[in-house]
């Protein structure tokens, strides 16, 4: 793991991804990285039906939710809190805006809203590495309303400003979860070694 560089504050890291800069401008996740988004389709198909309920944190211009969408799952919710990147969807993915229920705003500001158990599936594609420290309650939240299985691809060596390196597997297994499947992904799309795509299945009580 790589020197760890503190995060800038909670306030500026959601300030930015509200406003991004041209790097992360939406309009640019429309274009490539489609291996991560099949990946995640079809581990879906493996382990849920076609109703399940499936939420993405951070679904950007929605190129996770179209492919599953497309492979059959229309029971579709997400968080987002990019304005412009909800709107290039709705003009982009016209199927999938027409079954897609997003709420806009912070993972922070929505995920209480929402209640125990009430996805088949939680969906998180490197999203949760900018969560700042104070803002880590956010993973009790994610087992608390997820029925079933959480989907975690993120990057877990690099420290910046923005980003926090983390063990996803001991995130989540220290809170109930059992990692059943864990996929690295350095030869998919241009993500990196530090990128590992890991799936979750609640214990059950």
Not at 50 to 60: P, R
Not at 102 to 114: V, Y
Not at 152 to 180: A, H, W
Request: aromatic residues 10%; hydrophobic residues 40%.
């Amino acid at each position: 793991m790589n020197e760890l560089i503190p995060m800038q504050s909670k306030e500026k890291q959601l300030a930015y991804w509200t406003n991004p800069c041209s790097k992360n401008n939406p309009l640019n996740y429309l274009v490539g990285k489609r291996g991560r988004s099949e990946l995640i389709a079809k581990t879906a198909l493996k382990y849920l039906s076609s109703n399940a309920t499936i939420l993405e944190l951070g679904c950007n211009v929605g190129r996770n939710l179209n492919y599953l969408r497309y492979v059959g799952f229309k029971h579709l919710t997400s968080i987002e809190i990019n304005l412009k990147a909800i709107e290039v969807l709705k003009q982009v993915y016209l199927e999938l805006a027409d079954i897609v229920t997003i709420h806009s705003g912070a993972i922070e500001d929505n995920i209480k809203s929402f209640k125990d158990n009430q996805f088949d599936m939680t969906l998180a594609v490197a999203v949760l590495m900018h969560l700042v420290p104070e803002s880590e309650w956010v993973f009790d939240e994610m087992v608390r309303i997820t029925k079933q299985y959480i989907f975690c691809l993120d990057e877990e060596l690099l420290s910046s400003i923005t980003r926090k390196p983390r063990n996803y597997q001991e995130v989540f297994e220290s809170r109930g979860m059992k990692q059943i499947e864990v996929v690295d992904c350095k030869t998919i799309d241009d993500l990196t070694e530090g990128y590992h795509f890991r799936v979750f299945e609640k214990c059950q009580k």
